[in-house]
């Protein structure tokens, strides 16, 4: 299994790369590609358009295989480049990743084209695992410029990680949170040990 990590984002909210703000000392894609690294090694593909800021990494970067933008692009070019039939999709924005829930959909990933948390209504296709024959589905949709990630999973088979099994690994569901204003920014930098008083 690949890791694919999406940093292709515009960042218009934060005013300033997400990826590279810290939390608890470390740049939040640090956090995330620990969190990757425990689970697929160094098996991890960075979408971005900045390759440049991520060449110290270790790990391959590539950039956007269409001039469209959206998270269903990065997904695309993620799955184009990969080589393994599964893989797991998050963003560079979400630093609280739980190497224990990434790994236990990856166990579940065989046989489903998707495998996707659900919470409530709440579903989150940037941590989830897609498989690489989803391929000509996205590339349809992107021809038909309909790049609504939810649209596709209803239209595919799709595993969905009830809340039941989330707490398992997740109780306070931490995973799932990303940042993207100055305030999320100041609220995950103060729920840190370090910011305990």
Aim: glycine letters at 8%; aromatic letters at 8%.
């Amino acid at each position: 299994m690949t890791g694919i990590v999406l940093s292709g984002g515009e960042n218009r909210r934060m005013g300033r790369d997400k990826a590279f703000l810290k939390i608890a000392g470390i740049p939040m894609i640090e956090h995330v590609l620990q969190a990757l690294q425990s689970v697929v090694k160094q098996k991890i593909i960075i979408v971005t358009n900045s390759p440049q800021a991520y060449t110290s990494y270790g790990v391959r970067v590539v950039t956007d295989a269409s001039d469209k933008r959206g998270s269903l692009i990065g997904i695309y070019t993620g799955l184009l480049y990969s080589q393994d039939e599964y893989n797991i999709v998050v963003a560079c924005d979400m630093p609280f990743l739980n190497p224990g829930l990434i790994s236990y959909m990856a166990g579940l990933a065989e046989g489903y084209d998707i495998v996707v948390p659900k919470i409530g209504e709440f579903i989150e296709p940037l941590h989830a695992v897609y498989c690489r024959a989803l391929l000509p589905v996205i590339e349809n949709r992107i021809q038909l410029d309909d790049r609504q990630l939810k649209g596709m999973l209803h239209k595919t088979y799709t595993r969905y990680v009830t809340e039941a099994e989330i707490d398992r690994f997740d109780p306070q569901r931490r995973s799932f949170k990303n940042i993207n204003t100055q305030q999320e920014y100041q609220e995950a930098t103060c729920s840190d040990l370090e910011c305990q008083s």
